[in-house]
Every structure is written in C-alpha cells, then in structure tokens.
C-alpha cells in the first residue's frame, strides 16, 4: 500500500474482536457504575426520610408529654330501638363545633341497627378532658318527609383505656323527630 501502517492492525479478526470487546466493556462498565449509584441515593433519600419521621415522632412525644393529657382513643356507635319509625339516612358528628364525620346510612345498616346491630360513625383520638359533643341527624319521618334533628351532649373524656359512646336512637313522644341518648362505656 502507499506505506502507511496504522498503530491497530485491523487486517487480523481477532485484533477486530479484541478492540470491540474492549469497547463494549467499556460502556458496560460506565452503565453498570452508574446504576451502582441510583440504589445508593435512593438509600440515601430514604434513611433522610426516616431520621425526619424520627425527629417528628420525638417532637409528637414531647408535647404530648409537655400537655400532661395524655391521649386516648374514643369510638362512637349508633344504635336503634328496634320500632324506630324515623329512617336516618346521614349522621354529622362535631366536636367542639368542628366536624369530625358524616356517616351515610343505607337500607341495609338502617336495617341492621333494627335488629340490635351498631354501626361505628366515628373513631379518633381525643386528649382528655371535657368535649361538646354534637350530632346532627337527618333522614324521613314516619310521613316521609324530611327531618333534621340536632342534639348536643357534653363529653367527660377521662384517662384509661378505650372510650366508646353511643347514641342511641328512639321512638319521641313526636312522630317525626327520634329522641338520642348518649350512654359513654369506658
């Protein structure tokens, strides 16, 4: 040829297969390095995301530590008196005057509370000390019209264990509107 050699005798295949192997070991190792790295952030995001879910629980802890009221759970129950002639078809809870649920009664659980059954409308938890308690029942009289019945308690929540109240409804002396107690079993 015109007398130039190159440095790489590319006339020899296993010279031709040396350098591709070269190549591609190259670019492997480079991908394989980097995907080495994603798994190291993403632990490095994570054990960041628990030392702040740590700081924040310390922080929980403290002022409920600080309050001196400790915190306890609370879970309200409808029940019905098994004539009841007033069909709810939504209950709103509110304690201290802020909404906390609105629980929907269908047919089968209006049913069910008729046969003695109770239907859990709220679970929380509350510090302890005295609450206004709030209900807010709406549904038909025994005519079918519309009915809104509002009734307010107020509730002890003391220390110890889980607190369950329940309201109760039944027949009032009117045909549309139910009489609610509230019993509290702690």
């Not at 040829?1 to 295949?13: A, D």
């Not at 679970?123 to 549904?139: D, V, W």
């Not at 889980?162 to 409804?169: D, I, K, R």
Request: hydrophobic letters at 40%.
């Amino acid at each position: 040829m015109n007398g130039y050699k190159s440095p790489i005798m590319v006339r020899n295949p296993g010279n031709i297969i040396l350098i591709l192997l070269l190549t591609v070991g190259t670019v492997t190792g480079v991908a394989i390095s980097a995907e080495d790295e994603r798994p190291r952030e993403l632990d490095a995001v994570l054990q960041g995301v628990k030392r702040d879910m740590l700081l924040l629980d310390g922080k929980v802890r403290r002022l409920i530590a600080d309050d001196r009221r400790g915190l306890e759970s609370i879970t309200v129950y409808l029940t019905a008196a098994p004539d009841l002639r007033f069909r709810p078809e939504k209950v709103t809870l509110k304690l201290d005057g802020d909404t906390v649920t609105e629980f929907a009664l269908y047919d089968n659980q209006r049913q069910a509370l008729k046969q003695g059954g109770a239907a859990p409308i709220y679970r929380g938890t509350l510090f302890q000390g005295r609450y206004r308690l709030e209900a807010l029942f709406r549904g038909r009289g025994e005519d079918g019209a519309p009915v809104e019945y509002r009734k307010e308690w107020t509730l002890e929540q003391s220390p110890g264990g889980h607190g369950m109240v329940e309201l109760y409804l039944d027949n009032a002396t009117f045909r549309q509107t139910p009489a609610v107690s509230m019993r509290v079993i702690d």
